[in-house]
């Protein structure tokens, strides 16, 4: 008898994984250009995303976003702060917590990656077919949504 366990199906995390992997593969060059890490990017992006709340973005919120755990966050803010890409500060709502905000340099940088990686996007919808396309980010996110633990509830949006 084998010791192996029969696997039916395909590993899915191992292909999420890959399949992230061949999209940063065109990315990652440019986030490199600009002295830029993953998880840099990935903090303003979501940055980017929430720059129209004035206050910023509760670190916690930015997080999640952002998929970094709290102490890796706190070193990615730091060497963006020190590079001028972002702002800490205190929530106005709650002193103990802290908000941040990308600078007008870190949303300049945001602005010169996104149109770099839309057009990747373009690429990719052109070579998928736009429906296709629409169908990979519609069953990503049903099973993200399935894959939820039945008693959290959604992430409360931020006040504006």
């Not at 084998?2 to 999209?23: G, K, M, Q, Y």
């Not at 970094?68 to 702002?87: F, H, K, N, Q, Y």
Request: charged letters at 30%; proline letters at 6%; hydrophobic letters at 40%.
């Amino acid at each position: 008898m084998s010791d192996t366990t029969p696997f039916i199906h395909r590993n899915l995390p191992r292909l999420l994984l890959e399949a992230r992997e061949a999209v940063m593969l065109h990315t990652r060059p440019s986030l490199r250009e600009h002295g830029l890490s993953d998880q840099q990017w990935r903090v303003l992006r979501v940055l980017g995303e929430h720059a129209r709340l004035p206050a910023g973005v509760e670190t916690g919120r930015v997080a999640r976003e952002a998929f970094l755990l709290g102490p890796s966050l706190t070193g990615v803010l730091t060497r963006m702060e020190r590079d001028g890409l972002i702002a800490r500060g205190r929530c106005p709502q709650d002193a103990r917590r802290t908000v941040v905000r990308a600078t007008p340099a870190g949303l300049r940088l945001v602005k010169r990656l996104s149109a770099t990686i839309e057009s990747h996007y373009a690429w990719m919808e052109e070579r998928l077919g736009k429906a296709r396309l629409a169908q990979l980010y519609l069953l990503l996110d049903e099973v993200i949504a399935l894959e939820q633990p039945v008693d959290v509830e959604p992430a409360e949006e931020d006040a504006e």
